[in-house]
């Protein structure tokens, strides 16, 4: 299969680069000048997501915003202008459930099948392999692309129908966004209560709190390495998405609320293009 990837920013590049281990990978992004690195490895350069598409069998997405996957699908120059009837579109984006089933119902129209399969692990994840991927569409596409998906991802769950890979990574942020807090407010209090936070974190890991976020996250704060694995500005992006569909169906979610919140003060503190870890400045000036 020919394979493309729309999107190489801070976890596309990582997971090119595994594609790129076995087979030629066509690429494209919005500035050519950050995906040279790649190309000089072997990517293959395509102008438009038009014209990746004309020339591959497997598409790869993963854009920033539901109205970016929406405009390289169905723009003008967007994936569905040329992929031939029997390709596969595979959205690794973190994007709206409804959004989901709508390009899925999109291609069928055109014979284009579409996989939501949005990931979960960070910047780490991408560079190690490791990513969580949470599937939605049709199983039989699914399992086509499956050993694709293992080049770069090592817990791959097929959920259901579109938007059912969508619905699950809601539930994940969900998870992350409370952990978050609870991990920068542990931190806040060992140092306020004069501890040694690196102790601190060595005791409550490997105990009944531990968390990929307490593991992984809390680290790069205790070092002030706040660089992104994933951005605050994406991850709010997400959180609203997560409470628009948990009012949807009636629920009230005051802790996803609160979260949601709190990223907000952060990204009002110029902290938008940090990583998630950022938020423990939210509490840094309490200490």
Known sequence: MKIGFIGTGVMGKSIV???????????YTRTKQKAQDLIDRGAVWEETPSALAS????IFTMVGYPDDVLEVYTGGEGIFKSAAAGSICIDLTTSKPELAYDLFEKGRQNGIHMIDAP???GDTGAKNGTLSIMAGGEENIFQQVLPLLQKFGSNIVFHGEAGSGQHTKMSNQIVIGSTMMGVCEALTYAVKSGLDPEKVLASISQGAA????????APRILKSDYEPGFYIHHFIKDLKIALEESKRMGLSLPGLELALKTYEQAKDIGLAEKGTQALYKVYEDQI
């Open 55 to 58: 020339n591959c069998d497997v």
């Open 119 to 121: 990931v979960s692990g």
């Open 17 to 27: 680069l595994h594609l790129l281990k076995d087979q030629t990978v066509h690429i």
């Open 210 to 217: 531990g968390s990929w976020s307490l593991s992984h996250l």
